[in-house]
């Protein structure tokens, strides 16, 4: 069975469509309203071989905050709803990603128990327009609505861009290892019986 989900949410301040599919083809069509949004997500949807289509309309002429968290949100829940039962599943993921001077790792547990640990450093407040405090922002809602176990560690790099860029990737490539389904597990990976 495919494992997809279509999200919608509409609020006073977003209007926003997604579908996301786990096993996909890296293929991404996205209409955020927040460029380097869009940037970071379509290196996450190639990097994870993820399917992903975004349809936003926030108030970007407030600013770019409560798009990119309902943008985390809705992927959040989209993965969630997709993963179903986790059957099967790695459950756990780690990747280390260099971009250029810039080193990023992600590790991430798809536990059921949402937390986010970050230890990263922007030496600037701002890509382009875009704040960089969204980073934490959107990656604490896509933790919580995924309810998902996610540490971001970067070990070091000057460059802000390269450091978030190295971030979405590294983050992909560790959801990809963790939602990878192999044959040998059967049922769920916890002693629990239950994720």
């Known amino acids: 069975m495919a494992r997809t989900a279509e999200i919608s949410r509409k609020t006073n301040e977003t209007n926003i469509q997604l579908?996301?599919?786990?096993?996909?083809?890296?293929?991404?069509?996205?209409?955020?309203?927040?460029?380097?949004?869009?940037?970071?997500?379509?290196?996450?949807?190639?990097?994870?071989?993820?399917d992903l289509m975004v349809?936003?309309?926030?108030?970007?002429?407030?600013?770019?905050?409560?798009?990119?968290?309902?943008?985390?949100?809705?992927?959040?829940?989209?993965?969630?709803?997709?993963?179903?039962?986790?059957?099967?599943?790695?459950?756990?993921?780690n990747a280390f990603v260099p971009m250029d001077e810039a080193l990023a790792q992600v590790v991430v547990d798809l536990s059921n128990r949402p937390h986010l640990e970050m230890r990263a450093d922007f030496p600037s407040q701002k890509v382009g327009t875009f704040d960089t405090e969204l980073v934490h922002e959107f990656l604490w809602k896509l933790a919580l609505e995924a309810r998902m176990n996610l540490h971001v560690i970067v070990h070091y790099g000057q460059n802000t861009h390269h450091i978030i860029e190295a971030i979405f990737k590294a983050l992909a490539r560790a959801l990809d290892e963790a939602t990878t389904v192999d044959p040998r597990i059967k049922g769920v990976p916890s002693t629990k019986g239950m994720l």
Request: charged content about 30%; proline content about 1%.
């Open 55 to 93: 349809n936003a309309k926030g108030d970007t002429d407030v600013d770019d905050h409560h798009t990119t968290e309902d943008i985390g949100i809705c992927i959040g829940q989209a993965l969630r709803e997709a993963l179903g039962d986790k059957k099967g599943i790695k459950r756990y993921g």
């Open 19 to 50: 579908s996301f599919e786990i096993d996909g083809s890296g293929h991404s069509k996205l209409e955020t309203g927040v460029p380097f949004l869009t940037h970071m997500l379509d290196l996450f949807t190639k990097h994870g071989q993820f």
